[in-house]
Nanobody, 117 residues
Framework: QVQLVEESGGGLVQAGGSLRLSCTAS????????MGWYRQAPGNQRELVAA???????NYADSVKGRFTISRDNAKNTVYLQMNSLKPEDTAVYYC??????????WGQGTQVTVSS
């Protein structure tokens, strides 16, 4: 069974601080293609924060460009999100997503990030 596990990194931090999220996906017979981080704040829709392909091409939401960095370790099926210069508006539940192509797309359980002003 495919499973994405958001291991660590969420929590409470003051504005201007940093956090690093990590997420590990199961190994299956399907190749893990795009991995990404999404977030959802109360009353808002889930939105893309950043995504990375297997070969390292990245895509960021305009609101996090220059502050967040996504990376991945293909050997470990793990994706990271380094978040710097955090702002109160970054407060949300952050979800990891892994796309296995024909094998389907799967979500982690979510991790809370709270940035105090």
């Amino acid at each position: 069974q495919v499973q994405l596990v958001e291991e660590s990194g969420g929590g409470l931090v003051q504005a201007g601080g940093s956090l690093r999220l990590s997420c590990t996906a199961s190994a299956t017979r399907f190749r893990l293609n795009v991995m990404g981080w999404y977030r959802q704040a109360p009353g808002n829709q889930r939105e893309l924060v950043a995504a990375i392909t297997r070969v390292g091409s990245t895509n960021y939401a305009d609101s996090v460009k220059g502050r967040f960095t996504i990376s991945r370790d293909n050997a470990k099926n793990t994706v990271y999100l380094q978040m710097n210069s955090l702002k109160p508006e970054d407060t949300a539940v952050y979800y990891c997503n892994g796309d296995y192509g024909a094998g389907g797309s799967y979500w982690g359980q979510g991790t809370q990030v709270t940035v105090s002003s």
